[in-house]
């Protein structure tokens, strides 16, 4: 089985920063998450979840919604298990529940931003942004 935890949301006010975290642990987690491909999704209320951004394999090339360009940053640290999502300028329509998938087999470019393609989610973490 493997693990993903969330840490880093919080309420904050319009423009500022968060950087959430995402572990990844378990007894089947052999070895660096290098291979596998993670990403982010959000679900805010009354509404379906959504794709934020993803980090592909070992390249890490890195994929984004159109409305975080420029402002989120996707990164993985192979040695600790951990991906981030770094996120400046926030704004309201960002207040969401932020998600980080895993996806142990090789994927797609094409799928990486469907949720149906990640093997592994974590509970999540409320970001809330205020006005």
């Known amino acids: 089985q493997v693990h993903l935890v969330e840490s880093g949301g919080g309420l904050v006010q319009v423009g500022a920063s968060l950087r959430l975290s995402c572990v990844v642990s378990?007894?089947?987690?052999?070895?660096?998450?290098?291979?596998?491909?993670m990403g982010w999704f959000r679900q805010a209320p009354g509404k379906e979840r959504e794709f934020v951004a993803a980090?592909?394999?070992?390249?890490?090339?890195?994929y984004y919604q159109d409305s975080v360009k420029g402002r989120f940053t996707i990164s993985k640290d192979n040695a600790k298990n951990t991906v981030y999502l770094q996120m400046n300028s926030l704004n309201p329509e960002d207040t969401a529940v932020y998600s980080c998938?895993?996806?142990?087999?090789?994927?797609?470019?094409?799928?990486?931003?469907?949720?149906?393609?990640?093997?592994?989610w974590g509970q999540g973490t409320q970001v809330t942004v205020s006005s």
């Open positions: 980090i592909r394999e070992s390249n890490s090339d890195t």
């Open positions: 378990g007894p089947t987690v052999s070895g660096p998450i290098r291979p596998w491909s």
């Open positions: 998938a895993a996806r142990t087999r090789r994927i797609i470019v094409s799928a990486i931003r469907s949720p149906s393609s990640y093997d592994y």
